[in-house]
């Protein structure tokens, strides 16, 4: 603009009647206005408002992915540890650091959970009972980041109530309530815990508190946190509906599930979160798609954001990479066994339960069975013992195996007909 505004000026020093014509102020202004708008045409455009509004989000990174020892591809997650697991069978379709014991944080309270609706299950407790916030278990208004039910000291509130408060707004005084509850105090109930995880199996678990507060001695594997997942699903049944229930209010309080995935992942249907500055960013998760269910859990990510989305990539690469088959029936017949000094020759022999496996997809047309039965099956046969083994192979990999057993009872022959096919198995030797 300024070499416009000096050869105006220069121009006006030379025309004297242009200058009496027009002041010098209004001729400044149209010079600064020209200036300006030449300036405004020769820059860059920008771009319409509205037109950011339409450009779609960026669609989020590919997760890196490396080679386990088996040649598989999978993905490589920034945490301590990770699993993800079948639920059917409970086979490790992926892992990292799965025996590592490690703080578990608010995870802990799937075990409180458990314990509850077990005692429930078995008339121990009543849904209505009242369960007292006592001293020792009350929670002081969260000031020290505790998450809480807010539960008032010394008030009750029915134990489903309390259990929801544990399940959907973690909170840490209605844990202990239920520790002092059902296990007379929270040392005893912890003992109910550790108890259970053995019996469960978490072999690398060991449980020092009803919440999961900070404790060196509160430690569990992510592979331990799975099977306790899947314990939960399988054996609380009619209280899993709860994990998935997203909000909570209790005293005028409204609080939010803190498992992201259930808004936006429709397959997703618990479990549970946990944090505290140890443990980093917890999750357990479950989801279940066209009949298969998959348990994922992530210890100490970074944030909430990265577990939930350290899951989401868990769960899309298991149900991309594989699937369920069911190389055989529960009762069907696969095949007859002989029976010696029974009053019938032989006995049909199959699965007594239903038997699953997870394969890689594409590999179900090329599973192949072999039955093996015990060398000598004596009458009297009950139904259901087990008289062989069926065996699934797969391009040469066995895949798995299942007990077969007898389909029927064969009660023992008398002694006259023991001696004769005995009789006749010397001959026909």
């Known amino acids: 603009m300024l ?20 002041p010098l102020s209004v001729v400044l202004a149209s010079a600064f206005l020209v200036a300006a708008h030449t300036t405004a045409l020769s820059a860059p455009h920008a771009k319409p408002r509205a037109a950011a509004h339409k450009q779609k989000a ?34 490790l379709l992926a892992s990292s650091n799965p025996d590592e014991p490690l703080p578990p944080a608010s995870l802990t309270k799937m075990m409180t959970s458990y314990l509850v609706e077990q005692a429930l299950k078995s008339g121990k407790v009543k849904p209505n009972d009242p369960v007292t916030m006592s001293l020792s278990a009350w929670c002081r ?3 020290e980041g505790d998450s809480c039910m807010f539960v008032p000291l010394n008030a009750q509130a029915s134990l489903m109530d309390m259990l929801r408060g544990v399940v959907i707004a973690s909170g840490n005084d209605a844990s202990k309530a239920l520790a002092e509850h059902i296990g007379g105090s929270e040392p005893g109930f912890v003992t109910m ?58 005293n005028g309080i409204k609080q939010g599930n ?33 009949g298969m ?26 149900y991309a990479n594989f ?41 179900a047309a090329a599973v192949k069975t072999a039955i093996t039965l015990n060398p000598a099956v004596e009458a009297p046969v009950a139904k259901g013992a087990v008289i062989g083994k069926i065996v699934a192979t797969a391009n040469g990999k066995q895949l798995g195996e299942a007990p077969v057993v007898a389909l029927a009872d064969v009660e023992r022959a008398g002694f006259f007909e023991r001696l004769r096919q005995r009789v006749v198995g010397w001959f026909s030797k």
């Open 58 to 91: 960026a669609a989020p990174a590919e997760p890196a992915m490396t080679t386990d020892a088996n040649g598989q591809s999978v993905p490589v997650l920034a945490n301590k540890a990770w699993v993800l697991m079948d639920f059917n069978t409970g086979q």
């Open 193 to 250: 815990m550790n108890t259970e995880a053995k019996k469960l199996g978490m072999s690398k678990t060991q449980f020092a508190n009803s919440a999961g507060l900070p404790d060196p001695n509160n430690k569990a594997s992510a592979r331990d946190l799975a099977v306790l997942a899947a314990a939960i699903i399988r054996n609380s049944a009619e209280y899993y509906p709860i994990y998935a229930e997203r909000q909570f209010s209790y």
């Open 258 to 290: 803190r498992n992201a995935l259930l808004y936006t992942d429709p397959t997703v249907d618990g479990l549970k979160t946990g944090h505290t500055d140890e443990a980093g960013y917890c999750l357990t998760a479950s989801a279940k798609r066209n």
């Open 293 to 318: 269910r998959l348990i994922s859990v992530i210890m100490n990510a970074d944030s909430k954001q990265a577990r939930a989305d350290q899951t989401r990539v868990l769960f899309n690469w298991g």
């Open 3 to 22: 070499p416009a505004v000096a050869l105006l000026k220069k121009q006006l020093s030379m025309n004297s009647r242009f200058h009496s014509a027009f």
């Open 141 to 143: 208004g969260g000031k």
């Open 323 to 363: 699937e369920e088959a069911s190389p055989a029936q529960a009762g069907a017949t696969l095949t007859s066994a002989k029976v010696t000094y029974g009053v019938a020759p032989t006995v049909n022999a199959g699965l007594a339960q239903p038997w699953t496996l997870v394969l890689p997809k594409g590999q």
